[in-house]
């Protein structure tokens, strides 16, 4: 059976876990590249990581509220939860997702 992830519901999402976690260079990396992209699986979002450190990154972000995981068999399917973010804090991911490099490097 596929795993399936807790999202927190818009209301449990607060403040600090979610600046905890785009504090993170490689996490900020995950979720430029993911904005970029629209949606992707895990294998795409490693960028030459290992995956051990990578999970943890995706478990900081799903809890945070700003990454919702969708499995379809085998892949795990990641989108930015935009939406939500923008109705529990008007123009927050706006500005972080401002300060994206236009190309990130293989490691970002």
């Known amino acids: 059976m596929a795993a399936l992830y807790h999202h927190p519901a818009p209301e449990d999402i607060t403040l600090l876990p ?3 976690a785009v504090a993170d260079p490689v996490r900020l990396g995950i979720i430029c590249h993911l904005h970029s992209l629209g ?3 895990c294998t795409t979002l490693l960028r030459g990581r290992p995956k051990s450190s ?3 990154h995706f478990q900081v972000l799903r809890e945070a509220g ?3 995981t969708r499995v379809e068999g085998v892949q795990h399917h990641n989108t930015l939860r935009l939406d939500v973010l923008e109705e529990r804090f008007p123009g927050l991911m706006t500005s972080i997702l401002r300060e994206c490099p236009t190309s990130l490097p293989e490691n970002g």
């Open 54 to 56: 990578m999970s943890h």
């Open 18 to 20: 979610l600046l905890r």
């Open 39 to 41: 949606e992707a699986n």
């Open 66 to 68: 700003i990454l919702h």
